[in-house]
């Protein structure tokens, strides 16, 4: 270096062509990374391709990498997250909307998985909106915490909604630049060189960052974070859920992934990110059951529905905690008055004996009816298969399953309280196709998600 410096400027010259002479110094001694980051940051993409990086819940060609850019399609509403959480940290990173009005975020401290009936993850959202303007949202940087996140906004209106100082940002198309600064549940947003937005004593504070689709093609660029200590151990309840190895079982734009035939087309669309049945049967044909191209053992099934008809009232038998149908002096069956607007399952190993049922009944779903009724099978199989408590959400309301198959013992939980646990399923096969039910009445299916556990 002292020799580069002390030399003349002719002599510099004929040793190199000037701009040559600049990229090899530049190179040769890291001028370019001395200039363009500060110490201690690391790439969040490697301009190339998404390792680093999981596709939660969108298509395989949703996010892709080109040309040291990451680009969405904004299609099927969902997120494209890291594989690791972080706590402490500063990210930056550029983003623009290739069309106008469109919508995006950032996340931090978000869930591995999407929350029940939403598209969009648990976690802090700092806003990426283009154009758009009302009482209650802006186009400059809001933050917010979503789907049972907490945060305390600076500059707030009278709700947990963080709402900018100073509008920053520039329309579509031009690049913007987020500087998102998190330290022990504190949140800043400098947009383009200026904070503008805080929070506080948001929850969670440890979790994935996750970029969010949400409609609009839009492109991100020179994401970088670095990462700042951490003075003590958290609570637990401040850190987000973790990536337990779940998969996608649906794209959020078609049916790939199931057996589609032309009755499957008919009825079975994909809407987003909601996948529904229209609930309507012509003249002579079956119900079109959609089944997965894959077979499956052991594993653990993560699926949220919800009724879309309007309930009518309607008269229910009544079923005993030990799966037998209640009956008067007279033997005959009691019943009683319920809001029904369907009845639907989930198939598990490919036969319609091992169906998890979703249905109105006053016992609730998560059921084997199959088993329940088979009077072949023991008292203690038909006990076990009766929901020990109805979890059910109103009708309309969307409901999340997590269903367990090991073996041949079944665990179903709904709505956060288990319904069925470790009941055995005799003679059930011990590998078989995943299906969702149609029975004649409209539904609609979100969040499918798989672990293998074999």
Request: net charge negative; glycine share 12%.
């Given at each position: 270096m002292k020799l580069l410096i002390s030399t003349k400027r002719g002599e510099i010259q004929r040793m190199f062509p000037p701009m040559k002479m600049i990229l090899h110094a530049l190179v040769l001694f890291g001028?370019?990374?001395s200039l363009t980051a500060e110490d201690g940051f690391v790439p969040l993409f490697n301009g190339k391709d998404l390792t680093g990086w999981t596709n939660v819940n969108c298509a395989s060609n949703t996010w892709t990498a080109t040309n040291g850019l990451i680009y969405c399609t904004g299609a099927p509403i969902g997120e494209l997250r890291t594989t690791r959480m972080y706590q402490?940290?500063?990210?930056?990173?550029?983003?623009?909307?290739?069309?106008?009005?469109?919508?995006?975020?950032i996340f931090v401290w978000a869930d591995a998985l999407t929350a029940p009936g939403q598209p969009f993850i648990r976690g802090i959202e700092v806003q990426i909106l283009d154009g758009r303007e009302s009482d209650w949202y802006t186009?400059?940087?809001?933050?917010?915490?979503?789907?049972?996140?907490k945060m305390i906004p600076v500059n707030g209106r009278g709700?947990?909604?963080?709402?900018?100082?100073e509008k920053r940002s520039k329309p579509s198309p031009e690049w913007n630049h987020y500087r998102i600064e998190c330290v022990d549940g504190a949140i800043s947003l400098a947009v383009n060189g200026k904070v503008v937005t805080q929070g506080h004593s948001a929850s969670p504070r440890k979790g994935y960052i996750c970029l969010e689709s949400e409609g609009s093609p839009i492109e991100f660029r020179n994401l970088r974070i670095k990462e700042l200590p951490v003075k003590e151990a958290i609570a637990p309840e401040h850190i987000a859920k973790p990536d337990e190895g779940f998969q996608s079982l649906y794209t959020g734009i078609d049916l790939s992934g199931w057996q589609v035939t032309p009755e499957i087309q008919k009825r079975w669309q994909a809407k987003d990110w909601i996948l529904e049945h229209d609930g309507k049967r012509s003249e002579g044909e079956e119900d079109p059951h959609l089944w997965s191209e894959e077979e499956y053992g052991d594993f653990i099934l993560v699926a949220d529905w919800r009724w879309v008809n309007k309930p009518t009232t309607n008269d229910f038998p009544i079923i005993l905690p030990d799966g037998t149908i209640a009956r008067d002096a007279d033997g005959a069956i009691k019943k009683e008055k319920a809001p029904s607007a369907g009845d639907s399952g989930i198939y598990?190993?490919?036969n319609d004996k091992s169906q998890v049922n979703i249905w109105c009944y006053p016992i609730g779903s998560g059921e084997v009816y199959g088993y329940r009724d088979d009077k072949e099978v023991s008292a203690e199989v038909r006990a076990a298969v009766t929901p020990r408590v109805k979890?059910?959400?109103?009708?309309g309301q969307w409901n999340r399953f997590i269903i367990t198959m090991r073996g041949d013992r079944l665990t179903v939980v709904l709505n956060g309280k288990t319904v069925i646990e470790n009941a055995q399923l005799p003679g059930v096969p011990a590998k078989g196709r995943i299906a969702l039910q149609h029975h004649g009445a409209p539904i609609q299916f979100a969040n499918i998600f798989v672990r293998k556990l074999d």
């Open positions: 001028f370019v990374a402490n940290f500063i990210l930056e990173a550029e983003w623009r909307h290739l069309k106008p009005k469109g919508n995006a975020g186009s400059d940087g809001d933050i917010f915490p979503i789907h049972g996140a709700g947990d909604r963080a709402y900018p100082t598990l190993r490919g979890a059910d959400h109103p009708i």
